[in-house]
T-cell receptor, first 111, second 112 residues
Framework: EDQVTQSPEALRLQEGESSSLNCSYT??????LFWYRQDPGKGPEFLFT???AGEEKEKERLKATLTKKESFLHITAPKPEDSATYLC????????????FGAGTILRVKS | NAGVTQTPKFRILKIGQSMTLQCTQD?????MYWYRQDPGMGLKLIYY???????DKGEVPNGYNVSRSTTEDFPLRLELAAPSQTSVYFC???????????FGPGTRLTVT
């Protein structure tokens, strides 16, 4: 059974204080790992797709990396507007077209 | 492009009532999904569709039904609403793999 565990559950940072969010996964044949950002009261917003170990993607202050067992979302010099819940999901061979989501990490960045 | 739209935004149902949550996408995506999100529990897949006329169950399908008569629309039907169905419901779509899913703004449903 495909599983996704995100840590920490919540993270508080000062503006400019860089950190990383973790997404550990077990999947029978990874087809893709996805990162989303979700603001309160809104639907998740797609950020990145990673397909194979060693792959990296960047967007503004965010950088996603992937190994065979986990993915990291690195946040460099965060700003208050980066505050949101970050969700990780995997698509594996077993579940075909379906994603399995983690519970998310709530990030708060204080100025 | 409006992307994925959902109606209504909010709804309160009494136990035993029925309703349909509407979802429409204008991106010509074949794949569409319905999720529910409960606090601290992440997104759970209810039903999904890989194209018009084709639907399949997800993790938590009990108490729900779907249909997919067109590429654009993917309504979710709740029959005999129960308090356990109080949740936020999200519809999503995606183009053919490989691609991320695009989510609608959600419907907040309360069953009392």
């Amino acid at each position: 059974e495909d599983q996704v565990t995100q840590s920490p559950e919540a993270l508080r940072l000062q503006e400019g204080e860089s950190s990383s969010l973790n997404c550990s996964y077990t999947v029978s044949g990874l087809r893709g790992l996805f990162w989303y950002r979700q603001d309160p009261g809104k639907g998740p917003e797609f950020l990145f797709t990673l397909y194979s170990a060693g792959e990296e993607k960047e967007k503004e202050r965010l950088k996603a990396t992937l190994t065979k067992k986990e993915s990291f979302l690195h946040i460099t010099a965060p700003k208050p507007e980066d505050s949101a819940t970050y969700l990780c999901a995997v698509q594996g061979m077993e579940y075909g077209n379906k994603l399995v989501f983690g519970a998310g990490t709530i990030l708060r960045v204080k100025s | 492009n409006a992307g994925v739209t959902q109606t209504p935004k909010f709804r309160i149902l009494k136990i035993g009532q029925s309703m349909t949550l509407q979802c429409t996408q204008d991106m010509n995506h074949n794949y569409m999904y319905w999720y529910r999100q409960d606090p601290g529990m992440g997104l759970k897949l209810i039903y999904y569709s890989v194209g018009a006329g084709i639907t399949d169950k997800g993790e938590v399908p009990n108490g729900y039904n779907v249909s997919r008569s067109t590429t654009e629309d993917f309504p979710l039907r709740l029959e005999l609403a129960a308090p356990s169905q109080t949740s936020v419901y999200f519809c999503a779509s995606r183009p053919d793999f490989p691609a991320g899913q695009y989510f609608g703004p959600g419907t907040r449903l309360t069953v009392t």
